[in-house]
């Protein structure tokens, strides 16, 4: 069984149960925690968040070694920085966005995001083998591939296997499989998750050139064009120490594949190359 620690991307902020406005400001649902420099937390949305349009700063321009985090401590690194441009100008991708979209969630459910999760979604769709860790576990609970990661392209390679996820937090604290990816954005897509109407709204996209050519940034999902004139596929990769991920599933969720890389790659290109093997899959 291939484990690996993932950023799943997930829908609660449009469950049926959970209510929220997109386009209310995050004032309302986190009134005077998002404030900095340059950071107009009246006029950033709950959208914006998801969109990563708000310009929120990415907490990893900071030093965040490798320790136990709260979610707040996440947030204050990066609110040390100036904003990085006004709120709907354009897409950035921000693992900030995804602090500020776990906290809201939790002061509206007034539950822990872990439970929200398990409850929501991994319980819901039936996901066997995904989990948010407790606080303070380091270790992966099944067999799992070893992770590694070198500080620059000519340093040794280090297993970084086990390591306190909670710096990654809602951005990617999350241990998964390639089959509960596959089944998770499957479901998505094919509407099991969500009503019609909240997932039309997680696929209305902004440009997202940097992400790839012609690829667009909805609430929490990337859409790319397949190469094969099938369409677009929409997904989400992850990034985390020792570990990365690149998957996608059809339009209609017919059809799913997901690939995970257990050294992390000092050359963008091999990146490049793994999300080229996604979409060989799903043209065939």
Not at 241 to 251: A, K, L, W
Request: with cysteine.
């Amino acid at each position: 069984m291939q484990w690996r620690r993932c950023l799943l991307l997930f829908g609660l902020v449009g469950h049926r149960s959970l209510r929220l406005g997109l386009d209310a400001p995050v004032e309302t649902y986190l009134p005077g925690l998002v404030r900095g420099n340059g950071i107009d937390r009246r006029n950033i949305t709950v959208r914006q968040v998801l969109q990563h349009t708000s310009g929120l700063p990415d907490y990893l321009k900071g030093d965040v070694p490798p320790r136990y985090y709260e979610p707040r401590e996440l947030l204050d690194t990066a609110l040390r920085f100036k904003a990085d441009f006004a709120p709907g100008d354009r897409f950035k991708y921000s693992n900030t966005n995804y602090i500020v979209a776990g906290l809201i969630i939790q002061r509206v459910s007034g539950r822990p995001i872990a439970a929200e999760i398990d409850r929501r979604i991994i319980k819901h769709i039936g996901l066997r083998h995904t989990y948010f860790p407790a606080p303070g576990d380091t270790t992966i609970r099944e067999p799992h591939p070893k992770g590694y990661y070198r500080d620059t392209p000519d340093a040794p390679l280090r297993d970084v296997t086990e390591t306190d996820p909670s710096f990654g937090w809602a951005a990617g604290q999350m241990i998964s499989t390639n089959s509960d990816l596959n089944q998770f954005f499957s479901e998505l897509l094919h509407g099991d998750l969500l009503r019609p109407a909240q997932l039309a709204e997680m696929k209305k996209t902004v440009p997202a050139e940097n992400l790839g050519p012609s690829a667009a940034y909805g609430l929490g999902l990337v859409s790319r064009p397949l190469p094969c004139g099938g369409g677009r596929y929409w997904g989400h990769g992850g990034s985390f120490p020792g570990y990365e991920t690149r998957g996608g599933v059809t339009e209609d969720g017919s059809a799913a594949a997901d690939i995970a890389v257990t050294t992390q790659p000092s050359d963008p290109t091999a990146m490049t190359h793994v999300e080229g093997l996604v979409e060989a899959a799903l043209c065939r």
